[in-house]
């Protein structure tokens, strides 16, 4: 019996947290850092956290960490970066749609190159946005539409070759109302994440307190 799209997408991720090494590294992705070393520690839910690079840094800071991730060999990354850095992260392996938190129970979410599918994406962006308690602060950054042809010359630098399940800046306007946006734009970044983000991307880099 074929797989369906769902379990062919878990088995990559599988499959690429199960080579040796850390996809992305072990250090946090910049914008995340420069954003989170900014706020008092709270609890921050981390969807997508792959092998937890985020994760423990964010614990290492003092945060209450939940992360979530698709991949079972993802989550034993994590756990195993956590141990070596000293801290504990809550770590739930599923699908995030599946998941269910409380509202208003989280002072911080953090959307680190979580590109889901088109037919999930805003749906996933809009609940998660009721997880986020009022003046809680989202940070996001992910490729934009305009990534594919930088991806299209240099693979290296990695994201979807699907552009729907890239963002754009209207669309997290639609996903996410209702917020005091610190920033919201559109550039060209150089990337040096683990050996899967090398090279120049264009990204959505979106940081904003919840009204």
Not at 23 to 32: D, E, I, Q, R, S
Not at 192 to 199: M, R, W
Request: proline letters at 5%; hydrophobic letters at 35%; one cysteine or more.
């Amino acid at each position: 019996m074929p797989l369906s799209e769902d379990e062919q997408y878990r088995n990559s991720w599988n499959e690429r947290y199960n080579e040796p090494g850390f996809a992305y590294g072990k250090t946090p992705n910049l914008f995340f850092k420069s954003w989170l070393e900014t706020l008092e520690p709270g609890r921050i839910l981390l969807p997508a956290d792959g092998e937890g690079r985020n994760g423990v840094f964010a614990a290492q800071l003092g945060w209450q960490v939940t992360a979530t991730d698709l991949s079972i060999t993802g989550r034993t990354k994590a756990l195993q970066l956590a141990r070596e850095q000293g801290v504990t992260l809550d770590y739930q392996v599923g699908d995030l749609e599946e998941m269910h938190f409380e509202p208003s129970s989280f002072d911080v979410i953090a959307l680190i190159y979580a590109h889901f599918t088109a037919a999930k994406k805003s749906l996933l962006h809009r609940r998660l946005d009721t997880y986020l308690r009022p003046g809680g602060t989202l940070i996001f950054e992910a490729f934009s539409k305009a990534h594919l042809p930088l991806r299209q010359s240099n693979p290296a630098v990695g994201g979807p070759q699907d552009i729907d399940m890239l963002c754009s800046e209207t669309e997290l306007k639609a996903d996410f109302p209702g917020y005091d946006i610190h920033l919201l734009r559109q550039e060209e970044i150089a990337l040096n994440e683990g050996k899967y983000h090398i090279g120049t991307g264009s990204v959505i880099r979106f940081a904003g307190r919840k009204l």
